[in-house]
């Protein structure tokens, strides 16, 4: 699963790495992330058709992380959906019609796991682009309307997102056996595409990321606590001998 990631760049910043053409929130900025846990809010990219026009708009939107299905009784349900298995997405009741009409990118420098090296304790390792870059996660997003609230309170809508994980091979495997499934920068427009909404085509735009992409290196077990945030939370340690990858 992937339960931490880091998403620290400013707002600008994504703006133009995405080439986003609207802000959906210009009144609100994210505080750099070191530590971002379930239930916390993000950023994520998504492509909308506005009212009476036929092109779909690249935007930039907070959402909360933990995706709440629009029939759900109970938003609390979001805490459990933080991540949608690749395999059964296009499938389950939860995430099926999201995956087809509502996809996204979540930004992200990198993302943390934990090597289990015996039944007590577990290594932190941070998990990022090699060459520095942004990592796009693939998403979905979705709407749920809070009955007990009027149309005109702008709170009676909750945007929530999920992140869709695949099997991590190689060296990450040896990590944690599942990782989020990244999108490349020529499948964007596709995947964003609100208009493409065959799962099959759509499941052909999930590839997972080539082993030499990412880089992962231990940190501090200070990111085990959602408490502790920090740019200290991603600096490389140098683990004890029996509690590194051999």
């Given at each position: 699963?992937?339960?931490?990631?880091?998403?620290?760049?400013?707002?600008?910043?994504?703006?133009?790495?995405?080439?986003?053409?609207?802000?959906?929130?210009?009144?609100?900025?994210?505080?750099?992330?070191?530590?971002?846990?379930?239930?916390?809010?993000?950023?994520?990219?998504?492509?909308?058709?506005?009212?009476?026009?036929?092109?779909?708009?690249?935007?930039?939107?907070?959402?909360?992380?933990?995706?709440?299905?629009?029939?759900?009784?109970?938003?609390?349900?979001?805490?459990?959906?933080?991540?949608?298995?690749?395999?059964?997405?296009?499938?389950?009741?939860?995430?099926?019609?999201?995956?087809?009409?509502?996809?996204?990118?979540?930004?992200?420098?990198?993302?943390?796991?934990?090597?289990?090296?015996?039944?007590?304790?577990?290594?932190?390792?941070?998990?990022?682009?090699?060459?520095?870059?942004?990592?796009?996660?693939?998403?979905?997003?979705?709407?749920?309307?809070?009955?007990?609230?009027?149309?005109?309170?702008?709170?009676?809508?909750?945007?929530?997102?999920?992140?869709?994980?695949?099997?991590?091979?190689?060296?990450?495997?040896?990590?944690?056996?599942?990782?989020?499934?990244?999108?490349?920068?020529?499948?964007?427009?596709?995947?964003?595409?609100p208009k493409l909404t065959a799962t099959d085509d759509a499941r052909a735009l999930l590839v997972p990321a080539s082993p030499d992409r990412l880089e992962a290196y231990p940190v501090s077990t200070a990111v085990n606590s959602v408490r502790n945030n920090g740019p200290e939370l991603v600096?490389?340690?140098?683990?004890?001998?029996?509690?590194?990858?051999?």
């Open positions: 699963m992937c339960g931490r990631y880091a998403s620290a760049r400013k707002k600008h910043e994504l703006l133009e790495e995405f080439r986003v053409e609207l802000d959906g929130e210009p009144e609100k900025e994210l505080r750099p992330d070191y530590n971002v846990a379930p239930t916390k809010e993000v950023y994520a990219v998504l492509s909308r058709v506005p009212k009476g026009e036929e092109r779909a708009v690249r935007q930039l939107r907070v959402v909360k992380w933990g995706l709440v299905p629009s029939w759900a009784k109970d938003p609390s349900i979001g805490s459990r959906m933080i991540n949608a298995r690749v395999e059964t997405v296009a499938e389950k009741p939860s995430y099926r019609k999201a995956f087809a009409q509502r996809r996204c990118l979540l930004p992200a420098d990198g993302y943390f796991e934990w090597y289990k090296f015996d039944e007590k304790h577990k290594q932190p390792y941070f998990i990022h682009p090699a060459d520095g870059g942004v990592m796009a996660m693939a998403g979905l997003y979705e709407f749920w309307r809070d009955r007990g609230k009027p149309d005109d309170d702008p709170t009676a809508w909750l945007v929530t997102c999920t992140v869709i994980t695949t099997t991590a091979k190689d060296e990450l495997g040896r990590i944690h056996d599942r990782m989020p499934m990244l999108i490349e920068r020529e499948r964007w427009s596709e995947w964003l595409d600096e490389r340690i140098e683990p004890d001998d029996d509690k590194a990858i051999v």
